[in-house]
């Protein structure tokens, strides 16, 4: 293990910002912390930084405590999403700065940071100001600075927060290239589901100071632990059904939860993708609803039906080819087949 974090409590006066969090982090993995604002992801990675210190557990880098040891002596570097790169300093200087005040000789600072600035694709930069780079241009600057000296762990926080839409997906595709050629271990920041499916090769899912999940994105989608996951992942239907011997009751069907030790009344989850819209009743179990509205998306077509019993709005999304092949339109009856139901035991923790 790269980073162990066991037991970490963190308060702020009264209030618990981390909660008895333990996380372990593989060396060479690219590991994002997301949850909604307030988990305490931050506060997380300010307490393996050393930034701040917690209250109870502990922090161990490559099998030593570190809990205690400095900032500066735990050579990890840094990206933050307002970590302002220094004006009055070229890039150039801004990359070397790190090597600096580690008292690195001249030669070795330019050919360091000739090698970073070459990684980040930004060679002819160098002679530039920070105010002459675009958002995206600096915050790859931020990041060779980061990582010139060598930092054996590399904890970045939003580092692509105050970017546009379209460059920050430029820098997630960049950022998981860079990790593949200079495989150091990352822990990164963010609230944005979509960038820890994009960018890391596991997801540590937080809320309220603790952690909900810890997997690689297809676990925490595919299976997610609890409600919180599962409703924090992307889009979903709730309906309120029974459970009863192993069989979900939702709105007249069935379906079979095996396993599933959920028994009553209980919330029933199913995603967008997992449901189909079908023109005509063709012996799948399914329920009679009235098209509202169909939105183009890109990859899938977004249907949102009207299910005629109780009124319930459901969202659906469809592949292109079924999309065409229904060619729906606002006001179609259709029936809506569910492929797979989740229901989750309730958290009794207080
Ligand atoms: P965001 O995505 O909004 O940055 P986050 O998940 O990173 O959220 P943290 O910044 O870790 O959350 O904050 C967790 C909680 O701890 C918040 O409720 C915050 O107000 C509180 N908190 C953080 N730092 C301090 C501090 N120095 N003093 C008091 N409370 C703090």
């Known amino acids: 293990m790269s980073i162990t974090v066991s037991n970490v409590t963190k308060k702020f006066g009264k209030f618990t910002a981390l909660d008895r969090v333990s996380v372990e982090v593989p060396e060479g993995a690219l590991?994002?912390?997301?949850?909604?604002?307030?988990?305490?992801?931050?506060?997380?990675?300010?307490?393996?930084?050393?930034?701040?210190?917690?209250?109870?557990?502990?922090?161990?880098?490559?099998?030593?405590?570190?809990?205690?040891?400095?900032?500066?002596?735990?050579?990890?570097?840094?990206?933050?999403?307002?970590?302002?790169?220094?004006?009055?300093?070229?890039?150039?200087?801004?990359v070397a700065f790190g090597l600096r005040v580690r008292h690195w000789p001249n030669k070795q600072v330019t050919e360091r940071v000739h090698e970073l600035l070459q990684l980040v694709r930004l060679e002819n930069?160098?002679?530039?100001?920070?105010?002459?780079?675009?958002?995206?241009?600096?915050?790859?600057?931020?990041?060779?600075?980061?990582?010139?000296?060598?930092?054996?762990?590399?904890?970045?926080?939003?580092?692509?927060?105050?970017?546009?839409?379209?460059?920050?997906?430029?820098?997630?595709?960049?950022?998981?290239?860079?990790?593949?050629?200079?495989?150091?271990?990352?822990?990164?920041?963010?609230?944005?589901?979509?960038?820890?499916?994009?960018v890391a090769d596991r997801v540590v899912v937080m809320n309220g100071?603790?952690?909900?999940?810890?997997?690689?994105?297809?676990?925490?989608?595919?299976?997610?632990?609890?409600?919180?996951?599962?409703?924090?992942?992307?889009?979903?239907?709730?309906?309120?059904?029974?459970?009863?011997?192993?069989?979900?009751?939702?709105?007249?069907?069935?379906?079979?939860?095996?396993?599933?030790r959920v028994s009553g009344e209980t919330k029933v989850f199913v995603r967008p993708h997992e449901l189909d819209l079908q023109r005509y009743q063709n012996g799948v179990p399914s329920m009679a609803a009235v098209v509202r509205h169909v939105t183009p998306a890109g990859s899938v077509t977004r249907v949102l039906v009207c299910v005629a019993d109780t009124g319930m709005e459901l969202t659906v999304e469809l592949s292109p080819d079924r999309s065409a092949e229904l060619k729906l339109k606002k006001g179609d009856a259709v029936f809506v087949a569910l492929r797979k139901v989740r229901v989750f035991e309730p958290d009794y923790t207080i």
């Open 31 to 94: 590991l994002a912390l997301l949850g909604p604002s307030g988990s305490g992801k931050t506060t997380l990675l300010r307490v393996i930084a050393g930034l701040e210190q917690p209250d109870a557990g502990t922090v161990r880098h490559s099998d030593a405590d570190v809990t205690q040891q400095a900032v500066k002596d735990r050579n990890f570097g840094f990206v933050f999403q307002h970590y302002a790169l220094f004006k009055h300093m070229t890039v150039f200087e801004n």
């Open 125 to 198: 930069m160098g002679e530039r100001y920070p105010a002459q780079l675009s958002g995206g241009q600096r915050q790859r600057i931020a990041l060779a600075r980061a990582l010139a000296p060598r930092p054996e762990v590399l904890l970045l926080d939003e580092p692509f927060g105050a970017l546009d839409a379209r460059v920050r997906t430029e820098l997630r595709q960049w950022l998981r290239r860079l990790h593949n050629e200079v495989p150091v271990t990352t822990i990164f920041v963010t609230h944005d589901q979509e960038e820890a499916f994009e």
């Open 209 to 260: 100071g603790r952690i909900e999940q810890d997997g690689t994105p297809d676990d925490v989608f595919e299976h997610p632990a609890n409600e919180f996951v599962m409703d924090f992942l992307g889009q979903v239907n709730v309906f309120h059904g029974r459970v009863h011997d192993g069989v979900a009751h939702v709105g007249g069907l069935e379906f079979d939860v095996p396993g599933s």
